[in-house]
């Protein structure tokens, strides 16, 4: 079982994963960048703004179910204040994403509204989109292990509910036949 220090911050495939995904994306969209025309005009990118706000729904959804964990009834106290700090941990991380794909969104339709004229910088705007966004869909990735593990701790949580009840009956049982 992984330790709870370890549950509240960034593990090391996310970390990598992230700067890799950057780089990848980066390097995506420089090759993209070679296709447009030189004399093509370039207007914000919707599409690509509403692929970085993307992911705000899956990370607010797992805010949601975080908190959800806190009502957890039928743990110790001991078992109650460690799950709330790794829930507010976690969700103080998942917040820091939200404001990320907010602030993402927002650079990147302020660079390509403002610097689309200069060709030079507008091929380090496309970079930097590129590596943006990558990071936001890799990041929806790293959401859906999340609630992933919170399902097998929901599900872990009634197993243990049900193996007390079976006990309990056959520790009944065993008196019953006194």
């Not at 009502?71 to 709330?84: A, G, H, M, V």
């Not at 404001?99 to 496309?126: G, H």
């Amino acid at each position: 079982m992984i330790q709870a220090y370890l549950q509240k911050g960034w593990t090391t495939f996310g970390v990598i994963g992230v700067i890799a995904s950057a780089a990848i994306g980066a390097f995506c969209f420089e090759i993209l960048f070679r296709l447009i025309p030189v004399d093509a005009t370039v207007v914000a990118p919707w599409a690509i703004v509403s692929l970085f706000l993307l992911p705000l729904s899956f990370c607010v959804q797992l805010i949601l179910k975080l908190w959800d964990l806190k009502e957890q009834t039928n743990i110790s106290r001991e078992e109650r204040r460690r799950l709330k700090l790794i829930i507010d941990e976690k969700t103080r991380r998942f917040f820091g994403a939200v404001f990320y794909y907010v602030l993402s969104a927002f650079i990147i339709v302020t660079l390509f509204f403002f610097l689309s004229n200069n060709a030079e910088l507008f091929r380090i705007v496309i970079k930097i989109t590129g590596g943006l966004l990558s990071i936001s869909l890799f990041s929806i990735y790293l959401i859906m292990l999340e609630m992933k593990e919170i399902a097998d701790f929901k599900a872990k949580l009634i197993e243990r509910a049900d193996s007390k009840k079976r006990q309990k009956l056959a520790l009944k049982r065993l008196k019953a036949e006194e």
